[in-house]
């Protein structure tokens, strides 16, 4: 069975540039534009892990990990950050909302996919 990932991101390029990577991987990709949509499309997607950006309008990253790990179901879900920020700091403030690891823009896709088989195995 394939394994579900969400993914929340603003812009349409990385957007697009994840669903390729992913369902060439064999995984099932979900995606949202923005943390709102994602916590909206969160309980039909049911992911088995959510790639999450940081920068998004209407709610960011950190908001939308708070919200996903506010959800008993979702508390266990590995959240994989995929940002150009590098910021110690705000590492850290997402490791404290619930993220499990941090990609840094521009992705390698390759990376990318050992960290989702690492974290989903």
Known sequence: MKK???TVDDSR???????VTLNNAGFETIQAEDGVEG???????????????????????FGFIEGVRKNDRYRAVPILVLTTESDAE????????????WIVKPF??????????????
């Open 108 to 121: 390698d896709p390759t990376k990318l996919i050992d960290a989702i088989e690492r974290v989903t195995a």
């Open 39 to 61: 916590l909206e499309v969160l309980e039909a997607a049911n992911p088995d892990v959510i790639v999450t950006d940081i920068n998004m309008p209407r709610l960011d990253g």
């Open 4 to 6: 579900r990932v969400l």
């Open 13 to 19: 390029t990385i957007r697009n540039m994840l669903l």
């Open 90 to 101: 705000k590492k850290n403030r997402a490791r404290q909302a619930g993220a499990t690891g």
